[in-house]
């Protein structure tokens, strides 16, 4: 059984940066894809950032481009989400989740943020963007 647990949430200013850990147990391939999701208060889940565990193609949604940056060590089992210039909208609970990955998806080397892809799932931090 894969697990997943999420570290490095908390409360930031604006403009501030953190940097989210997901440490994973239990894979048994490298055919998996690591992904942060995040759910802001009122709103639907949404695919922030992904990773290829065997290849390190990675993905974001638009409105992280250029702020976040999503790496694996693949020695360690973690995959962490370095977010800059956070933005009071970035606020919300971010999931750590991994699934296994799509032939095509290996042969194109890219990575989905649906979060139909993802079977297993952290139980979440919360990051707060606040002054």
């Known amino acids: 059984q894969l697990q997943l647990v999420e570290s490095g949430g908390g409360l930031v200013q604006p403009g501030g940066s953190l940097r989210l850990s997901c440490a994973a147990s239990?894979?048994?391939?490298?055919?998996?894809?690591i992904g942060w999701f995040r759910q802001a208060p009122g709103k639907e889940r949404e695919g922030v950032s992904c990773i290829g565990r065997s290849d390190g193609a990675t993905g974001y949604t638009e409105s992280v481009k250029g702020r976040f940056t999503i790496s694996g060590d693949v020695t360690k089992n973690t995959v962490y989400l370095q977010m800059n210039s956070l933005k009071p909208e970035d606020t919300a609970v971010y999931y750590c989740?991994?699934?296994?990955?799509?032939?095509?998806?290996?042969?194109?080397?890219?990575?989905?943020?649906?979060?139909?892809?993802?079977?297993?799932w952290g139980q979440g931090t919360q990051v707060t963007v606040s002054s």
């Open positions: 239990g894979f048994t391939s490298n055919n998996y894809v």
């Open positions: 989740a991994a699934g296994r990955r799509s032939l095509i998806t290996i042969a194109r080397r890219m990575c989905l943020l649906r979060a139909s892809e993802y079977d297993y």
